[in-house]
Structure formats: structure tokens, C-alpha cells
């Protein structure tokens, strides 16, 4: 039987590229599966990122609330994972008033008078889930690492509670949760958007202002918004790789 | 060669120590070092999992229409329809899970709707707001207003 190069190489390409999914499919049967079982999420199918409308945010602090309950974040002392600040920013000032009472936690009670020519609005705050994070480059253990979908996520049976992740975090993200000693910070909710459902916080959003985003999904609205509007990341010098885009971010806010 | 080699007992004592510390040490490290480590990156994949197998506390609102179809048909079209219900009525995910083991408890109208409502200079100037002192003082919002579609007709 005679075999020129061409063929034989054609072959045996064809054999090494079924040699994959007849192993997995061998696997399945020797575990007593008829057919490979279908995996119901797959972390290259995704890239999760945030949108967070300032026009349309209201400061009400349900994110706020709803993050603390949905991944039991220590309700006093006030540690968070997503807070909400108030800007007060009068004309031609350098330095605007934050002031973010509880964090959000309970709303904000009116504290300017309408008219004193200043401009006030609310800005949300989280991880911003950094696709160069500098908190993952400085942890000495591999206790927080960006995972394959985009998420930051924290290893907390590894966390020595070192606290250099705290400080290299450029946005004030993380913080140590004190009944544990170790780092807390937003995840994303990893465990909704896994499962299909949105996160605490956009979930109870009563305006739309925060909306979780799939940055590798074609069909994800996100791609229209990010064509149709201006919008800014925060602290973009620092080449953090944010997935949290802001719309009608205003220029003093840090 | 053989006068090199002449002091050769020492040698061999150091090459044995090294080879044991060496064995120690690829022992060590395959029972220390997780099976899953590596396997993304200098990290622990079996992490991943971990974070994953946290409870959902909020069911989510799809969960909540299957069920309550009646005020999901109200609620949808309506004003108030990009509102999540348990924004409103509470962490519901274990009564989604199982209704009896949960009751929620009806939300207080008037702080619930002053929450969103009550007017603040940094809330976007179209948002609908009212000063709680001269709009309905004391009064209960849903009187007027229904609180799943505030734009359509009061339910009777």
C-alpha cells in the first residue's frame, strides 16, 4: 500500500483532533453516562464586567443592603463590598465634599439646599474586577486571582490576612473581614452569575443605575450602551484593566 | 583519578543527605500543595468552586412571577417594572426555595416609597420626587398610588 506524505499526514491530523472528545466520551461511559454530561457553565464563555449609570442613580442604598445580606458582609462595624458616596461639587472647586453616611446603607438624608449653584449626585461603588489587578500581583500566596471569566475572586481558606492586597487596591475595595482575619472584597456575586441570575445589587437596583455585563456575549446590550455613550472608568492612569464603566462619570470624582 | 576520589566516604555521605532532602521535599510538596493548584494560574482552582457554593439569598424576580403570576402581570408594563421585587419585599430566595418555610412580611408603604422617593438635590432632577411634609403627610402612598404600577389605574 503506497501513502504519499500529503495523506499520511492528513490522517493522522484527523485522528490526534478525534483522540479529545473520544477520551471524554469513553470517560463519561466507564462513569456509566450515555452521553457526555453538558456543562452548565462554561467560564470562557464569559467575561463579566459593569455598567454603573451616575444619571440614573438615586442613592437609595439598596445595593448597599442587598450586598450585605446576600453575601453576609458584617453589618456593624461598617465594612462593605459596594457603598455609595455622595458628590458635592461647587463651580470651579478642586475639591469636592464626599460624604457617604454608613456608606449608603440607609439612604442619604438631605443635607444641601436646592439652588446653592452646586452640583450633587450620587456615584456607586465596587471592586471594579480589574483584568490587571493590582491587588492579585502583590498577594504573596495566590490567595486572590482574576478567574478565567473575568471575576476577582478570593481564596479565603488561603488568605493569610497580610493586608497587601488592602493597600495595592488603588479604588479601597478590600478590607479584612474581622470575624475571619482574612480579605473580603465584591466577587461579583460569583455564585449568581454562575447560576444564571444577576447580582444582589442589580437585582434590587430599583433604576437600572448598575447593570452586570457580559463583555463575551454578542447579544449582551452592553456592547450598544458602550458604543452610544461616553464612558470612563475610574482612575484609567493606573492601567488597572477596570470592567466597571461609568456613564456620566463627572471629572472630580476619584 | 584515584587519589581524587580517595576521601570519597565524605562524599557520598553529603550526596545522600542531598538526594534525602531532595525526595523530602518532592514528597512534601505533593501532599502539601492542593491537586488543584495551577490549574488557571498561581492559584488554587478548586477556589473557584468554593466561591461558587456560596447561598443565594435573593431568589431573583423570575423565581417570584412563576409563582405569583397575578401581581406579576400587574407589575410588568408599569412604571415601577424595572424594580427587582424582593428590592421591596426582602431576601426571599428560601421562601422561593420553599414557600412555608418563610413568610415575608408586607413592606411599611410609607418609608418603603420615602426610600426612593423623598426628594434630595442629588437625585437626578427627573426622577419623580416629593417632600414628605406637604405631599400626603402621614398618610399611606399606596391610598392613592399602587405600588406595582404607579401609573395605572388605582386597583379597585
Same mark, same amino acid.
Given at each position: 500500500?503506497?501513502?504519499?506524505?500529503?495523506?499520511?499526514?492528513? &490522517?493522522?491530523?484527523?485522528?490526534?483532533?478525534?483522540?479529545?472528545?473520544?477520551?471524554?466520551?469513553?470517560?463519561?461511559?466507564?462513569?456509566?453516562?450515555?452521553?457526555?454530561?453538558?456543562?452548565?457553565?462554561?467560564?470562557?464563555?464569559?467575561?463579566?464586567?459593569?455598567?454603573?449609570?451616575?444619571?440614573?442613580?438615586?442613592?437609595? +442604598?439598596?445595593?448597599?443592603?442587598?450586598?450585605?445580606?446576600?453575601?453576609?458582609?458584617?453589618?456593624? !462595624?461598617?465594612?462593605?463590598?459596594?457603598?455609595?458616596?455622595?458628590?458635592?461639587?461647587?463651580?470651579?472647586?478642586? $475639591?469636592?465634599?464626599?460624604?457617604?453616611?454608613? +456608606?449608603?446603607?440607609?439612604?442619604?438624608?438631605?443635607?444641601?439646599? !436646592? %439652588?446653592?449653584?452646586?452640583?450633587?449626585?450620587?456615584?456607586?461603588?465596587?471592586?471594579?474586577?480589574?483584568?490587571?489587578?493590582?491587588?492579585?500581583?502583590?498577594?504573596?500566596?495566590?490567595?486572590?486571582?482574576?478567574?478565567?471569566?473575568?471575576?476577582?475572586?478570593?481564596?479565603? &481558606?488561603?488568605?493569610?490576612?497580610?493586608?497587601?492586597?488592602?493597600?495595592?487596591? !488603588?479604588?479601597?475595595?478590600?478590607?479584612?473581614?474581622?470575624?475571619?482575619?482574612?480579605?473580603?472584597?465584591?466577587?461579583?456575586?460569583?455564585?449568581?452569575? &454562575?447560576?444564571?441570575?444577576?447580582?444582589?445589587?442589580?437585582?434590587?437596583?430599583?433604576?437600572?443605575?448598575?447593570?452586570?455585563?457580559?463583555?463575551?456575549?454578542?447579544?449582551?446590550?452592553?456592547?450598544?450602551?458602550?458604543?452610544?455613550?461616553?464612558? $470612563?472608568?475610574?482612575?484609567?492612569?493606573?492601567?488597572?484593566?477596570?470592567?466597571?464603566?461609568?456613564?456620566?462619570?463627572?471629572?472630580?470624582?476619584? | 583519578?584515584?587519589?581524587?576520589?580517595?576521601?570519597?566516604?565524605?562524599?557520598?555521605?553529603?550526596?545522600?543527605?542531598?538526594?534525602?532532602?531532595?525526595?523530602?521535599?518532592?514528597?512534601?510538596?505533593?501532599?502539601?500543595?492542593?491537586?488543584?493548584?495551577?490549574?488557571?494560574?498561581?492559584?488554587? %482552582? +478548586?477556589?473557584?468552586?468554593?466561591?461558587?457554593?456560596?447561598?443565594?439569598?435573593?431568589?431573583?424576580?423570575?423565581?417570584?412571577?412563576?409563582? $405569583?403570576?397575578?401581581?406579576?402581570?400587574?407589575?410588568?408594563?408599569?412604571?415601577?417594572?424595572?424594580?427587582?421585587?424582593?428590592?421591596?419585599?426582602?431576601?426571599?430566595?428560601?421562601?422561593?426555595?420553599?414557600?412555608?418555610?418563610?413568610?415575608?412580611?408586607?413592606?411599611?408603604?410609607?418609608?418603603?416609597?420615602?426610600?426612593?422617593?423623598?426628594?434630595?438635590?442629588?437625585?437626578?432632577?427627573?426622577?419623580?420626587?416629593?417632600?414628605?411634609?406637604?405631599?400626603?403627610?402621614?398618610?399611606?402612598?399606596?391610598?392613592?398610588?399602587?405600588?406595582?404600577? !404607579?401609573?395605572?389605574?388605582?386597583?379597585?
Amino acid at each position: 500500500m503506497s501513502q504519499d506524505r500529503r495523506e499520511f499526514l492528513a &490522517t493522522a491530523g484527523r485522528v490526534l483532533i478525534l483522540t479529545a472528545p473520544a477520551a471524554a466520551y469513553w470517560d463519561a461511559l466507564a462513569e456509566g453516562k450515555t452521553e457526555p454530561e453538558e456543562a452548565a457553565y462554561r467560564m470562557a464563555d464569559h467575561f463579566w464586567g459593569m455598567i454603573v449609570d451616575i444619571d440614573k442613580c438615586i442613592g437609595c +442604598g439598596s445595593c448597599v443592603r442587598a450586598c450585605k445580606t446576600e453575601n453576609n458582609v458584617p453589618l456593624e !462595624p461598617f465594612y462593605f463590598r459596594t457603598w455609595v458616596e455622595r458628590y458635592h461639587v461647587e463651580p470651579l472647586s478642586e $475639591h469636592p465634599e464626599v460624604d457617604s453616611p454608613n +456608606g449608603g446603607y440607609g439612604g442619604f438624608p438631605e443635607k444641601y439646599a !436646592p %439652588g446653592d449653584k452646586a452640583k450633587s449626585f450620587f456615584v456607586p461603588k465596587l471592586c471594579n474586577q480589574c483584568a490587571h489587578s493590582p491587588c492579585t500581583q502583590v498577594c504573596p500566596v495566590g490567595a486572590t486571582f482574576e478567574s478565567p471569566d473575568g471575576a476577582v475572586l478570593v481564596d479565603k &481558606t488561603y488568605c493569610l490576612g497580610c493586608r497587601y492586597c488592602v493597600q495595592a487596591c !488603588p479604588y479601597g475595595c478590600r478590607f479584612i473581614d474581622p470575624r475571619t482575619n482574612t480579605v473580603d472584597k465584591c466577587n461579583l456575586c460569583y455564585h449568581r452569575i &454562575t447560576k444564571g441570575l444577576t447580582t444582589a445589587c442589580c437585582e434590587n437596583c430599583p433604576t437600572g443605575a448598575r447593570q452586570l455585563v457580559d463583555l463575551k456575549d454578542p447579544r449582551d446590550p452592553v456592547h450598544e450602551f458602550l458604543r452610544t455613550h461616553r464612558v $470612563h472608568v475610574l482612575k484609567p492612569q493606573m492601567a488597572t484593566g477596570s470592567k466597571v464603566f461609568y456613564n456620566a462619570l463627572d471629572g472630580s470624582v476619584r | 583519578m584515584n587519589r581524587l576520589f580517595k576521601d570519597k566516604e565524605h562524599l557520598v555521605r553529603v550526596a545522600g543527605l542531598f538526594a534525602a532532602g531532595i525526595v523530602l521535599f518532592v514528597v512534601a510538596r505533593a501532599v502539601l500543595v492542593p491537586k488543584t493548584f495551577g490549574e488557571y494560574g498561581h492559584y488554587r %482552582g +478548586g477556589a473557584l468552586a468554593d466561591v461558587r457554593a456560596n447561598p443565594v439569598v435573593y431568589a431573583g424576580r423570575a423565581a417570584c412571577v412563576e409563582c $405569583h403570576a397575578e401581581e406579576g402581570e400587574r407589575w410588568k408594563g408599569g412604571k415601577h417594572h424595572g424594580i427587582g421585587c424582593e428590592a421591596c419585599h426582602g431576601a426571599l430566595g428560601k421562601h422561593a426555595a420553599d414557600p412555608s418555610s418563610l413568610k415575608p412580611v408586607k413592606p411599611d408603604a410609607r418609608t418603603l416609597c420615602l426610600g426612593c422617593h423623598a426628594t434630595n438635590v442629588a437625585k437626578p432632577a427627573k426622577f419623580p420626587q416629593i417632600d414628605p411634609k406637604d405631599h400626603m403627610e402621614g398618610g399611606l402612598c399606596t391610598t392613592c398610588h399602587d405600588q406595582h404600577a !404607579p401609573d395605572k389605574e388605582p386597583k379597585k
